[in-house]
């Protein structure tokens, strides 16, 4: 069976942290209530200090709505954010506080960054990032997602996502 690659190349819609034109880019197709995903995340922010500017990071969101209730809010809540600049310090703390996630902590997370809480919910209301946020997961499908997370290592699809498994397949790219 072939390795699974990505079809949807990374854009300027992506969101990247770090330098785009470095050697590895590490994407991951992530659901902001998958207790996985909230495991990898900190095994994802040691692989960035360990490899500095040859890696950068890209994230997807790819929310498991038949199993996690706010996912798809949490999600819209980032793409949201990033129309403020703040898509990373939202993943951050949402991922940081995942225990906490409800409706009223993506709010007071909003606030607690500087942002506008009652623009949020009119982006809820308006339904503004459902349009983005299913792109986003059809082209995880297309990229053979069916779980999160889901690691890539330029546009390869890694196994598992041990740090060990994933810093072999950046290691391997350098």
């Not at 190349?9 to 470095?22: E, F, L, S, T, V």
């Not at 590490?26 to 996985?36: I, M, R, T």
């Not at 990033?82 to 703390?93: I, L, Q, R, V």
């Amino acid at each position: 069976m072939a390795t699974p690659v990505l079809p949807p190349p990374i854009g300027p819609r992506d969101h990247a942290r770090g330098r785009i034109d470095a050697p590895v880019v590490l994407l991951e197709y992530g659901d902001f209530e998958c207790p996985q995903c909230a495991r990898a995340y900190p095994i994802v922010r040691a692989i960035e200090r360990q490899f500095g500017d040859r890696l950068c990071f890209v994230f997807r969101s790819f929310p498991l709505t038949n199993v996690h209730v706010f996912a798809q809010r949490a999600a819209e809540a980032a793409e949201w954010a990033a129309t403020h600049d703040a898509f990373w310090p939202m993943h951050d703390a949402i991922y940081a506080e995942q225990a906490r996630l409800s409706v009223s902590h993506l709010l007071a997370v909003a606030r607690r960054l500087g942002l506008d809480a009652a623009g949020l919910e009119a982006a809820w209301g308006t339904h503004a990032f459902v349009r983005r946020v299913k792109d986003v997961f059809l082209g995880g499908i297309e990229s053979g997602v069916q779980g999160t997370p889901a690691f890539f290592v330029n546009g390869i699809r890694q196994p598992a996502w041990d740090a060990a498994t994933l810093v072999r397949a950046i290691e391997a790219h350098l």
